[in-house]
C-alpha cells in the first residue's frame, strides 16, 4: 500500500492553486484571451480535482474521528485537516466549479479571462485553507488571500461605474475589518502568548486578571473581522453593494463560498481557541444577538427592494444570520457529547445547501444581464414561457431559499431549527421561523413575476449562453438531490462537527 | 524597563488615530494610510508583546501583517485608479450611483 505524506491532505487546496498557476502559464503562452474554451475548461477541471479529493478523502476517513485517521496537524498545527475542512472544501470546490462554467458565456467578448479566471482560483485556495487554518496567523493570512483576489474581482468591469464603486466599497470595509480583525489577534496574543488555537484556549483558562479585559476585546475584534467575511452585522453594509455592482457570477461566488469560508474559519476558532467560560466574554450571547440582528435586518430590507440581484444580496445577509445560529445555540455541553454538534453541524450542511440554491440563482440573473432584460422584478415578467427551463430552476432556487417543503432549503432549515430548540435557544428558532415567514414574500415576487405577471412590451432573448445553462441547471438539480441525499449530508456534516468540538 | 501596559496603551491610541482618521477623511488615499496605522498598531503590540512572552511567534506574524498591508495596498491603489477613471476624483463619497 501506498502511504501518502502528511501534506497529500492538502490536496484539495493544493489542486486549486496549481490550477491557478496553470491558468497563468497559460495566459503567458497565448496572451490574447484566444480559446476561451480552453481557459474555462482548465478551470473546470481543477476545481472538478479538487472536489474530487475532497470528496475521496470524506468518504475514506482522512482526517475524521470515525474509522479514519484522526485529524491531520501540518506545518506545527499551524494547519490542521479534519472533517470539517474538507466539508467545507467540498463546498468551495462546488460552487468554484460552477461560477466557472458560468463565466465562461458571460467573460465572451471580454478581455482578461485568464486573470479572472486564475482570481477566482486564487480566492479559491485562500478559502480552502481558511478552512484548515488552526493559528490566528493561517487564518488571518488564508482571508486576506481570499479577500485580496475578490476586491480586484468585483472591480473586474472597469468601465463601469458600479462594478468600480462596489469594489470601492467592498475593499474600504474589508481593509477596515482586516485591520481590527489582525489588532484583535495582536491582543489575543498580548494576554496569552500564542497564535496557534489549542494554545491560545490553554492560555486562557489560566489567565490570571490583570489581562482578562485585553482577551475579551481581543475576542470581539476578532469576531469583527469573521463578521466582515460572513456580511453579518455589523460589518455588513458593503454586501448588498458588492453583489450588486459585480459580475453576477462572482456575486455569486462571494455570497456563497466566500461566506461559507468566513463560517468556516468562524467555527473552528471560536470553538477551539476561545472557551466560553475563559474568553472573558459571552460570546454565545454575542452570536445570539448578531443572529437575530442579522437574519432581521436583512430579511426586512430585502422586502423593499425593487431590484431582484440586490433582494438576492439582502437574502444573503439573512441567511448569514441563520447559518450564525449554529454558533450560537452551540451549547459548549460535556465534552464528545452528540449533542455539541448537531445545531453546527446543520448550520454547515445548511451552507452546503446554500451553496447550491444562491449560487443558481445569481447565476439566473447573470443569465438575465446575459439577455439584457433588465434587473428589477417587474422586469423579469414573462420569462417564464421564453426560457421555461431556466424558470423552473429559478422557481426551484426561491422556493427553496425560502425553506418551502419539497426542497433542500427546508430541511437544513429544519435541522438548524431543530437543534438550536434542542439546545434550548426556542426563542433563536422562533424568530428564524418568522423571518423564513417574512422571506417566503419576497421570493415569491420573482417566481409571480416569471410565472404570472405578463411581459411588459415585447422583446427577444439573445442566444441561449449554453454555459449559464448547464451551470444553472446543475445547481437546481443539485438542490433537488439534495432532498433524497439529505440524510447523509446532514450525518456527515454532524459528525464532523462533532470532532470539532473538544 | 517600560512596562507592559504602556505598549497597550500606546498601540490603542495609533489604532485610535487611525480609526479617526478613516471616519473623517474623504480622500481615498488618506483612507488607505489610516488603515495602515491601524494595522501598525497592532504591529506594535505583536514586537512588544513578543518580548514580554520571549517567544518569537509575534514578531514573525508582523512580519506577515507588514507584507499583506503592502499586498493590499497594491490592490488598493489599482481599485482607487479605476475610481479615479470613472468618476475623476478620489473622493471616497462621490462613488455614490448606488444606495449605501
Same mark, same amino acid.
Given at each position: 500500500?501506498?502511504?501518502?505524506?502528511?501534506?497529500?491532505?492538502?490536496?484539495?487546496?493544493?489542486?486549486?492553486?496549481?490550477?491557478?498557476?496553470?491558468?497563468?502559464?497559460?495566459?503567458?503562452?497565448?496572451? %490574447?484571451?484566444?480559446?476561451?474554451?480552453?481557459? *474555462?475548461?482548465?478551470?473546470?477541471?481543477?476545481?472538478?480535482?479538487?472536489?474530487? =479529493?475532497?470528496?475521496?478523502?470524506? !468518504?475514506?476517513?482522512?482526517?475524521?474521528?470515525?474509522?479514519?485517521?484522526? /485529524?491531520?496537524?501540518?506545518?506545527?498545527?499551524?494547519?490542521?485537516?479534519?472533517?470539517?475542512?474538507?466539508?467545507?472544501?467540498?463546498?468551495?470546490?462546488?460552487?468554484?466549479?460552477?461560477?466557472?462554467?458560468?463565466?465562461? %458565456?458571460?467573460?465572451?467578448?471580454? *478581455?482578461?479571462?485568464?486573470?479572472?479566471?486564475?482570481?477566482?482560483?486564487?480566492?479559491?485556495?485562500?478559502?480552502? $485553507? &481558511?478552512?484548515?487554518?488552526?493559528?490566528? !496567523?493561517?487564518?488571518?493570512?488564508?482571508?486576506?488571500? !481570499?479577500?485580496?483576489?475578490?476586491? +480586484?474581482?468585483?472591480?473586474?468591469?472597469?468601465?463601469?461605474?458600479?462594478?468600480?464603486?462596489?469594489?470601492?466599497? =467592498?475593499?474600504?470595509?474589508?481593509?477596515?475589518?482586516?485591520?481590527?480583525?489582525?489588532?484583535?489577534?495582536?491582543?489575543?496574543? /498580548?494576554?496569552?502568548?500564542?497564535?496557534?488555537?489549542? %494554545?491560545?484556549?490553554?492560555?486562557?483558562?489560566?489567565?490570571?486578571?490583570?489581562?482578562?479585559?485585553?482577551? !475579551?476585546?481581543?475576542?470581539?475584534?476578532? /469576531?469583527?473581522?469573521?463578521?466582515?467575511?460572513?456580511?453579518?452585522?455589523?460589518?455588513?453594509?458593503?454586501?448588498?453593494? *458588492?453583489?450588486?455592482?459585480?459580475?453576477?457570477?462572482?456575486? +455569486?461566488?462571494?455570497?456563497? *463560498?466566500?461566506? /461559507?469560508?468566513?463560517?468556516?474559519?468562524?467555527?473552528?476558532?471560536?470553538?477551539?481557541?476561545?472557551?466560553?467560560?475563559?474568553?472573558? #466574554?459571552?460570546?454565545?450571547?454575542?452570536?445570539?444577538?448578531?443572529?437575530?440582528?442579522? &437574519?432581521?435586518?436583512?430579511?426586512?430590507?430585502?422586502?423593499?427592494?425593487?431590484?431582484?440581484?440586490?433582494?438576492?444580496?439582502?437574502?444573503?445577509?439573512?441567511?448569514?444570520?441563520?447559518?450564525?445560529?449554529?454558533?450560537?445555540?452551540?451549547?459548549?455541553?460535556?465534552?464528545?457529547?452528540?449533542?455539541?454538534? +448537531?445545531?453546527?453541524?446543520?448550520? &454547515?450542511?445548511?451552507?452546503?445547501?446554500?451553496?447550491?440554491?444562491?449560487?443558481?440563482?445569481?447565476?439566473? #440573473?447573470?443569465?438575465?444581464?446575459?439577455?439584457?432584460?433588465?434587473?428589477?422584478?417587474?422586469?423579469?415578467?414573462?420569462?417564464?414561457?421564453?426560457?421555461? &427551463?431556466?424558470?423552473?430552476?429559478?422557481?426551484?432556487?426561491?422556493?427553496?431559499?425560502?425553506?418551502?417543503?419539497?426542497?433542500?432549503?427546508?430541511?437544513?432549515?429544519?435541522?438548524?431549527?431543530?437543534?438550536?430548540?434542542?439546545?434550548?435557544?426556542?426563542?433563536?428558532?422562533?424568530?428564524?421561523? $418568522?423571518?423564513?415567514?417574512?422571506?417566503?414574500? =419576497?421570493?415569491?415576487?420573482?417566481?409571480?413575476?416569471?410565472?404570472?405577471?405578463?411581459?411588459?412590451?415585447?422583446?427577444?432573448?439573445?442566444?441561449?449562453?449554453?454555459?449559464?445553462?448547464?451551470? $444553472?441547471?446543475?445547481?437546481?438539480?443539485?438542490?433537488?438531490?439534495?432532498?433524497?441525499?439529505?440524510?447523509?449530508?446532514?450525518?456527515?456534516?454532524?459528525?464532523?462537527?462533532?470532532?470539532?468540538?473538544? | 524597563?517600560?512596562?507592559?501596559?504602556?505598549?497597550?496603551?500606546?498601540?490603542?491610541?495609533?489604532?485610535?488615530?487611525?480609526?479617526?482618521?478613516?471616519?473623517?477623511?474623504?480622500?481615498?488615499?488618506?483612507?488607505?494610510?489610516?488603515?495602515?496605522?491601524?494595522?501598525?498598531?497592532?504591529?506594535?503590540?505583536?514586537?512588544?508583546?513578543?518580548?514580554?512572552?520571549?517567544?518569537?511567534?509575534?514578531?514573525?506574524?508582523?512580519?506577515?501583517?507588514?507584507?499583506?498591508?503592502?499586498?493590499?495596498?497594491?490592490?488598493?491603489?489599482?481599485?482607487?485608479?479605476?475610481?479615479?477613471?470613472?468618476?475623476?476624483?478620489?473622493?471616497?463619497?462621490?462613488?455614490?450611483?448606488?444606495?449605501?
Amino acid at each position: 500500500m501506498v502511504v501518502y505524506p502528511d501534506w497529500a491532505a492538502l490536496a484539495p487546496a493544493l489542486a486549486l492553486a496549481v490550477t491557478g498557476l496553470v491558468l497563468l502559464l497559460i495566459d503567458s503562452v497565448d496572451p %490574447d484571451d484566444s480559446r476561451p474554451g480552453l481557459l *474555462a475548461g482548465t478551470a473546470v477541471v481543477g476545481t472538478l480535482v479538487s472536489l474530487g =479529493y475532497a470528496g475521496w478523502f470524506l !468518504a475514506s476517513g482522512t482526517g475524521q474521528v470515525d474509522g479514519g485517521t484522526g /485529524a491531520i496537524s501540518l506545518y506545527r498545527d499551524a494547519l490542521v485537516v479534519d472533517g470539517m475542512a474538507l466539508f467545507f472544501q467540498a463546498v468551495f470546490a462546488v460552487v468554484t466549479a460552477l461560477v466557472c462554467i458560468a463565466s465562461y %458565456d458571460y467573460l465572451k467578448e471580454r *478581455a482578461y479571462q485568464a486573470e479572472f479566471y486564475s482570481l477566482v482560483m486564487f480566492a479559491a485556495t485562500g478559502m480552502a $485553507v &481558511m478552512a484548515t487554518a488552526n493559528s490566528l !496567523a493561517t487564518a488571518f493570512i488564508a482571508l486576506e488571500l !481570499a479577500s485580496l483576489p475578490s476586491y +480586484a474581482l468585483v472591480a473586474f468591469l472597469k468601465h463601469n461605474r458600479g462594478s468600480v464603486e462596489a469594489s470601492l466599497k =467592498y475593499f474600504l470595509i474589508g481593509a477596515l475589518s482586516s485591520a481590527v480583525f489582525a489588532f484583535g489577534i495582536s491582543l489575543v496574543y /498580548a494576554a496569552t502568548g500564542s497564535l496557534l488555537l489549542a %494554545d491560545v484556549a490553554s492560555a486562557l483558562s489560566a489567565l490570571d486578571g490583570g489581562l482578562t479585559g485585553v482577551a !475579551a476585546i481581543g475576542v470581539l475584534m476578532v /469576531a469583527g473581522g469573521f463578521a466582515f467575511k460572513t456580511a453579518s452585522v455589523p460589518f455588513h453594509f458593503w454586501a448588498p453593494e *458588492a453583489y450588486e455592482g459585480a459580475p453576477a457570477p462572482i456575486s +455569486a461566488f462571494l455570497s456563497s *463560498a466566500s461566506k /461559507a469560508a468566513g463560517f468556516a474559519v468562524l467555527f473552528r476558532v471560536f470553538t477551539t481557541a476561545f472557551p466560553l467560560d475563559a474568553a472573558g #466574554v459571552d460570546w454565545m450571547l454575542l452570536f445570539q444577538v448578531l443572529a437575530v440582528v442579522t &437574519m432581521t435586518l436583512g430579511n426586512f430590507a430585502a422586502a423593499t427592494q425593487e431590484t431582484v440581484k440586490r433582494m438576492l444580496a439582502y437574502s444573503s445577509i439573512g441567511h448569514a444570520g441563520y447559518a450564525l445560529i449554529g454558533l450560537a445555540a452551540w451549547s459548549g455541553g460535556a465534552p464528545g457529547s452528540v449533542e455539541n454538534g +448537531a445545531v453546527l453541524g446543520a448550520s &454547515m450542511a445548511h451552507l452546503l445547501v446554500y451553496g447550491f440554491m444562491n449560487t443558481g440563482a445569481f447565476l439566473f #440573473v447573470a443569465l438575465a444581464e446575459q439577455w439584457d432584460v433588465g434587473r428589477t422584478f417587474e422586469d423579469y415578467a414573462g420569462l417564464g414561457s421564453r426560457a421555461p &427551463m431556466a424558470s423552473v430552476a429559478m422557481t426551484v432556487f426561491m422556493f427553496s431559499l425560502a425553506g418551502v417543503p419539497p426542497f433542500g432549503g427546508f430541511f437544513s432549515k429544519l435541522f438548524l431549527f431543530a437543534g438550536a430548540v434542542d439546545a434550548g435557544f426556542w426563542w433563536l428558532a422562533a424568530v428564524g421561523v $418568522v423571518n423564513s415567514t417574512l422571506s417566503l414574500y =419576497y421570493y415569491s415576487r420573482v417566481v409571480k413575476a416569471l410565472w404570472v405577471d405578463d411581459p411588459v412590451g415585447e422583446f427577444e432573448l439573445g442566444g441561449t449562453p449554453t454555459g449559464l445553462y448547464v451551470a $444553472v441547471v446543475f445547481a437546481a438539480v443539485g438542490t433537488l438531490l439534495l432532498l433524497p441525499g439529505f440524510a447523509p449530508v446532514i450525518e456527515t456534516a454532524q459528525s464532523v462537527a462533532a470532532a470539532l468540538v473538544p | 524597563m517600560v512596562p507592559a501596559e504602556w505598549y497597550l496603551i500606546l498601540a490603542a491610541a495609533v489604532f485610535c488615530i487611525g480609526v479617526f482618521g478613516l471616519l473623517t477623511r474623504q480622500n481615498a488615499l488618506l483612507f488607505l494610510m489610516s488603515v495602515e496605522l491601524m494595522l501598525n498598531a497592532a504591529n506594535i503590540n505583536l514586537a512588544a508583546f513578543s518580548y514580554y512572552w520571549g517567544n518569537v511567534t509575534g514578531q514573525t506574524f508582523g512580519l506577515f501583517v507588514m507584507a499583506l498591508a503592502a499586498a493590499e495596498v497594491a490592490v488598493g491603489i489599482g481599485i482607487i485608479l479605476v475610481l479615479y477613471r470613472n468618476f475623476s476624483a478620489v473622493d471616497v463619497t462621490d462613488a455614490t450611483t448606488m444606495r449605501w
